[in-house]
């Protein structure tokens, strides 16, 4: 049976918001000449290609933004090269940005750093610290919203008021928003396209085993609703595994499937 990985960056292959680690990218450059895997990543892609740290993404696919956009890189161009495949556009309703606005002032949290509400062409990523925040600033935002718990409250709101759109916790600081049901569940079907399309692995799709590896799969994370799809959907097909960083990642992937 083929197996397709599927990974999260943020917090899975990398520590949350920083570069892949020298000691994570010398295991994972071997591991993925041997396996055949695709990216899913809130981020869009010069985020990505600068938290992979210079690695040679020679991944099947690229899924950036949540599965907005889907990437696959040119081998005969240049390591680095990738090309769009596909993009779904998404254009904010103007209460939404008032509403986020009014949230920057509204938030109890004492520090604002800046870029605080970012366009990503298909989805919205906001964050009442900011995205400009030094690393320190990150921490103190994650573990007092694990406290006061403001990110789910605002998710929340955002679902009641705009029932068309889903907002969801993505990393340690951030909520992305898009149109309901554009979120990471959506790569699945284009996995399965990019497998039918290759003539020698035509009845791949339907036998493959699906391997998920994200860091967010409670209710309300953003690795949620693609674990839930292959918890459900494609049993017994799919597995999904919840990582605690990089280091629980190459366990998993040196102990589990690796026959
Ligand atoms: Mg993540």
Redesign the pocket.
């Known amino acids: 049976m083929d197996r397709i990985f599927i990974f999260?960056?943020?917090?899975?292959l990398t520590p949350?918001r920083r570069k892949m680690t020298k000691e994570f990218k010398e295991f994972f450059e071997q591991w993925a000449l041997k396996n055949h895997f695709y990216l899913v990543?809130?981020s869009d892609l010069p985020k990505l290609q600068e938290q992979m740290n210079g690695m040679d993404i020679h991944a099947d696919g690229i899924f950036t933004c949540c599965g907005n956009q889907l990437w696959e890189s040119d081998p005969a161009v240049h390591p680095k090269h990738c090309d769009l495949v596909y993009e779904n556009k998404f254009e904010p309703p103007k209460d939404l940005i008032e509403y986020l606005k009014e949230q920057l002032e509204k938030s109890t949290y004492h520090h604002r750093a800046g870029n605080h509400i970012e366009d990503r062409g298909s989805m919205l990523n906001f964050s009442i610290v900011g995205r400009d925040c030094s690393l320190m600033e990150r921490e103190n935002y994650f573990k007092w919203d694990n406290l006061n718990g403001e990110r789910k409250e605002i998710s929340r709101a955002i679902g009641f008021r705009w029932p068309e759109l889903d907002a969801v916790i993505?990393?340690q600081i951030s909520i992305d928003i898009y149109p309901k049901g554009n979120d990471k569940s959506q790569i699945l079907k284009h996995i399965k396209q990019n497998i039918n399309m290759d003539s020698h692995t035509k009845t791949l799709a339907d036998s493959s085993e699906y391997i998920f590896i994200?860091?967010?799969m409670e209710k309300g994370g953003?690795?949620y609703p693609l674990a839930q799809l292959l918890q459900t959907q494609d049993r017994p097909y799919g597995y999904t595994y919840e990582t605690e960083g990089p280091e629980h990642t190459q366990r998993i992937l040196e102990n589990t499937h690796n026959d």
């Open positions: 999260d960056v943020d917090g899975t949350s990543t809130g993505g990393g994200g860091d967010r953003n690795d």
